[in-house]
């Protein structure tokens, strides 16, 4: 069973920084896609970055030149760096990882950016 977990969410002023880490269970070259989603009260999960084959990367234009995605296979752990945030990134932040046409999802960090 796969097992994903997140940290680093929090409660945030508006301009600041934040960085999410997402763990596997099992080595994260098992997974050919890597990716952030987020998803706001009232609306549907947005992606945010995506990471595939392990380098091509991908964001959403909201947060394009803000947000940073990586991995550290060595820790099997995969970020997001998140620099300026602003109040409309806040969401509960989840991590999803494929392999073989099948996702895994992480139980999601809080986001909170205050103005």
């Known amino acids: 069973q796969v097992q994903l977990v997140e940290s680093g969410g929090g409660l945030v002023q508006a301009g600041g920084s934040l960085r999410l880490s997402c763990s596997a269970s099992l080595s994260i070259f098992r997974f050919n896609n890597l990716g952030w989603y987020r998803q706001a009260p009232g609306k549907q999960r947005e992606l945010v970055a995506t990471?595939?084959?392990?380098?091509?990367?991908n964001y959403a234009d909201s947060v394009k030149g803000r947000f940073t995605i990586s991995r550290d296979v060595a820790k099997n752990t995969m970020y997001l760096q998140m620099n300026s945030l602003k109040p409309e990134d806040t969401a509960v932040y989840y991590c999803r990882m494929t392999q073989v046409g099948v996702d895994y999802w992480g139980q999601g960090t809080q986001v909170t950016v205050s103005s």
């Open positions: 990471v595939i084959s392990g380098a091509y990367t």
